[in-house]
């Protein structure tokens, strides 16, 4: 059974910053891409960055976010730098075709 679980979510003063993980288990045909997603209340989720033989950031994250992984620890990895109050969403990681539960993200302007 394929696990994606995310962690580091909480609370953070905007400009401040916030790294996320996500422990994947369980066999996986294949874990490129993995990717970060994100979901404001009301809102669809959106793409914030993917991570395969080549990177992709959303235009709105670029500069400020990092994506990488640890195929070692089976974990990916968004550090999150310069944090916007409009940013507040609830963060999933996902290898296709499975999903995270997702992690809170709440930046206090």
């Known amino acids: 059974q394929v696990r994606l679980v995310e962690s580091g979510g909480g609370l953070v003063q905007a400009g401040g910053s916030l790294r996320l993980s996500c422990a994947v288990s369980?066999?996986?045909?294949?874990?490129?891409?993995m990717g970060w997603y994100r979901q404001a209340p009301g809102k669809q989720r959106e793409l914030v960055a993917l991570i395969s033989d080549s990177i992709y950031y959303a235009p709105s994250v670029k500069g400020r976010f990092a994506i990488s992984r640890d195929n070692a620890k089976n974990t990916l990895y968004l550090q999150m730098n310069s944090l916007k109050a409009e940013e507040t969403a609830r963060y999933y990681c996902?290898?296709?075709?499975?999903w995270g539960q997702g992690t809170q993200v709440t930046v206090s302007s």
């Open positions: 369980g066999r996986l045909v294949s874990i490129d891409p």
């Open positions: 996902k290898v296709s075709p499975y």
